[in-house]
């Protein structure tokens, strides 16, 4: 949710998310009728990457999962985001494009 406002020490991060908002967009007007272009922006997944990034251990990010008062009380899996990626890719999102589907239970 970067891309659509400041957060303090992010400001190069959130002008990259932003910059692939306006790519899906664009690209998806270039390459239509033929080819839909969709992002999916993940909310807090806890990946060895994400640990590393914020320099937490799983015991650490247990615990920050719990003091975030998350609306749906946990962090995404990688199969949360997987589940959206079929459907983005299915004919059931057929008459989707230039969108960016943020998964991210609610904050």
């Keep these: 949710m970067v891309a659509f406002g400041p957060q303090v020490k992010n400001g ?4 990259s998310k932003a910059a692939v908002n306006s790519l899906t967009q ?3 007007v270039e390459l239509a009728p033929g080819i839909r272009v969709n992002a ?3 909310g807090p997944i ?3 990457s994400f640990l590393e990034s914020m320099s937490l251990d799983e015991a ?4 920050l999962e719990s003091r975030m008062g998350l609306p749906l009380g946990r962090y995404g899996t990688p ?3 997987g589940a959206a990626v079929v459907f983005m890719a299915s004919p059931a999102s057929s008459w ?9 239970e609610g904050s």
Excluded at 12 to 15: D, H, T, V
Excluded at 60 to 63: D, I, L, V
Excluded at 96 to 104: A, E, K, R, S
Aim: glycine fraction near 6%; charged fraction near 5%.
């Design 96 to 104: 989707i494009t230039g969108q960016c589907l943020y998964v991210t």
């Design 12 to 15: 190069p991060y959130g002008a």
């Design 46 to 48: 806890p990946t060895q």
């Design 26 to 28: 664009a690209l998806s």
């Design 79 to 81: 199969a949360d985001i």
């Design 40 to 42: 999916v922006a993940p």
């Design 60 to 63: 650490s990010a247990a615990k």
